[in-house]
Structure formats: C-alpha cells, structure tokens
C-alpha cells in the first residue's frame, strides 16, 4: 500500500531520489566541469556546484544545499516536487506506475499557466530537435511556429502548446533537445496546464486525426507531405497522453468534425502467449474510444507498420538516408491504411464486438 502523499510507490520514491541530476541539469543547458569530488556549474555567478554522485548540490555564495529533487524545482523551473520526481524516474528509465493508466478524470481547478520564459534569438536547438533529430518537414515546423504552437525555452527546450479557440495558450509540454546517449531525454507539462486543451495543427476538413504526443502528430504531417498529400487539409490533435479529455473538447468547440481516425502509439509486443493485449496502453485506449465515439462519427484508426510503435519512430526509421528514395517511391501510403472498427475486434479478439461503421480510405 503506497501511504506517501504523492502518486508515486514507495519503491518509485526511493529510484527518484537515487537517481543522479547531472543529465538532466547538462539537458537544461547548464555546462559542468569535473573539481575533485563535485562538478562546479560554469558561469555561474553565485559558485554552484552538484555532488559527483548528482544527488546533492550547494551554493557557494548563498550557503543553500539541496538534493536532486530540489535541484530541479530551484534552477531547472520545474514548479512541482511530482514533476521533478517523474523526471528522475524517466532519466532512470523508470515508469511511474500511475502513467500506465489512462485518466479520465474530470480536471481540477487551474491557476494561470506558467509558461517557460521564451528564447530571445534564433531557436537553433529546436530547428536541429525537430526537423534533424526527429525528421520533421521544415513546412511543417514553420506552420506550427507560425501558429504559436511551438516555441523554444531559455533552457533550449521545445514547449509544445495547447490552445482555446480564442487563441490563448492553456497547455504546455516541455521535451528536452539535449540527449545524452543511453538516457532519455525529460519531458513534462508546465504547471497548471489544461489537459482539455491539447497540441495541434489545424487543417479545415471534417477528419481529425488523433495521436498521442505532438511529435507523432507532427510527423504524420510530413509523412501526407511525403506521399504527395495535402497536409494542411487535415487537423491533427495530440492529446498529451491517452486520456480523451482534449478530443472531447476540441469535438465540442468544433462541430465540423465527421470522421475521427486514432492514431496512438501500438506497443506492439506487449501481448500475452495468446496474443490477448496486456499492457499495450494506447490500443486499449482505442477499443473504449471506438465504443464511446462510433454512434456519432465514423472512426478509424491507423498504426505504422511493425516494427515502429509511433509515427515518430516509422518517420526517423525510414527516412534514414539509405532509405529516403525507396520511402518517396513508396509514398509512404502504407500508413494511411485506416483500420476499421472491425478490423480493430480481429487484432483485438476478446474485446466486444462493435457496431459496423465505415471508414475512409485516402
């Protein structure tokens, strides 16, 4: 029985509190340089340094001294001791158990977003992030900086933005540009952000695509482009997770929108012996999306083919520069393969049968 008062086991608690910063303070920008037992944070006025370990820090100046958790609250912006815990849990490659549920609750009232301080100059990590790392078209970064989608913090990371059709910004997800090899890079929402208000690219159809992150929505963009598609036709929504609260919202704001084509992540070898799903989060959320939204839409859903688990990793996998002609040859039209709710109960089998709904075909 977890009796601590955090979404977090106690075994989660102790991992977090084990786990060095050094990464994660390097991923924020900060240049460390090794000085017998501590690595002393350079050009920083006030004489910062973190323990070799990076389970500790102090303050020359000031005296201060913390842990790694306070660490991240205190000169990494990070506002909430819970967000700063997840972020050592995933640099440890550790999955907070919470995170493998899909929360629908209602949310709870916000105060005003705090967004990141934004970069004043040219936004160079998160050019080479998006459209080198990630192989993001540069259209389609331009439309979304453009849009005020995106945008790069002080720390050089990219904060993705969540928006009212009033154009104000409700919601923001930070991913780190500085990857170290062997460690994931840390991602979080900003504080008090509105998970009813997710990332997207706006298109004027009546079909909403449907994803997970905004870098899987964002290559799924390109991907249409690649094909010789019209990108910009689409909309395209990312839901900061798995949980509906953003689909439901924008399907209330607008009307428009006939045809829902899901797009989440298919963990795919997470099948038990009987290739019964187990803990394949994303395609579980799909089954009870398509009961819950196929009396009023025609829904779908598309998966990058075996072995890619998102559109992200099917993107980066096949524009690698070996494959990047045989991909334009392709078009890359096997990802528009929509599933129908019904081929959706054959991957699924013990699942209930849906209602015969038709799907479209690009």
């Given amino acids: 029985m977890n009796r601590n008062n955090y ?9 977090a509190y084990e786990t060095s910063v050094l990464d994660l303070a390097m991923q924020y920008g900060y240049e460390l340089k090794a000085e017998r037992n501590v690595f002393r944070v350079k050009n920083y006025s006030g004489g910062l340094y973190i323990w070799s370990n990076g389970l500790g820090w ?7 001294k913390g842990n790694n958790v306070e660490f991240l609250i205190k000169y990494c912006g990070i ?8 972020m050592l849990l995933i640099c440890a490659n550790i999955t907070p158990s919470r995170e493998l549920r899909i929360n629908n609750e209602p949310p709870k009232p916000k105060g005003e977003i705090k967004l990141p301080e934004t970069f004043h100059g040219t936004f160079g990590n998160l050019y080479w992030f998006l459209m080198t790392k990630r192989c993001i078209d540069k259209d389609v970064v331009y439309k979304c900086l453009y849009d005020r989608s995106i945008y790069q913090d002080i720390h050089r990371n990219v904060v993705f933005c969540g928006k009212d059709n009033s154009g104000t910004i409700k919601y923001a997800n930070v991913r780190g540009t500085v990857e170290i090899k062997g460690k994931e890079p840390f991602k979080g929402e900003v504080l008090n952000s509105d998970k009813k208000y ?16 905004p870098i899987d929505a964002m290559s799924h963009a390109t991907l ?12 395209r929504l990312a839901l900061g997770g798995t949980s509906d609260l953003a689909l439901k919202q924008y399907l209330s704001d607008n009307p428009r929108i006939r045809q829902i084509i899901f797009c989440l992540d298919n963990d795919y070898y997470k099948f038990d012996k009987n290739l019964h799903c187990w803990n394949n989060v994303g395609q579980n959320a799909i089954l009870k999306y398509v009961e819950i939204y196929k009396s009023k839409y025609v829904i779908g859903r598309s998966r990058p083919p ?3 688990k998102d559109f992200n990793e099917y993107l980066t996998g096949t524009l690698h520069p070996e494959f990047a002609q045989q991909c334009r040859e392709k078009a890359c039209q096997c990802f528009m393969q929509h599933d129908s709710p019904e081929k959706i109960e054959e991957f699924f089998p013990q699942s209930a049968q849906p209602e015969a709904v038709s799907t479209m075909e690009v």
């Fill in 79 to 86: 506002q909430k001791k819970t967000e700063a815990i997840k």
């Fill in 224 to 235: 249409c482009k690649l094909s010789g598609l019209d990108w910009k036709n689409d909309t």
């Fill in 198 to 213: 997710g990332f997207r690219i706006d298109g004027t159809s009546d079909r909403l695509f449907v994803f997970e992150a």
């Fill in 58 to 64: 102090y303050e020359h100046d000031t005296g201060e």
């Fill in 7 to 15: 979404p977090f086991t106690q075994d989660e608690m102790k991992a």
């Fill in 306 to 308: 075996v072995p890619y």
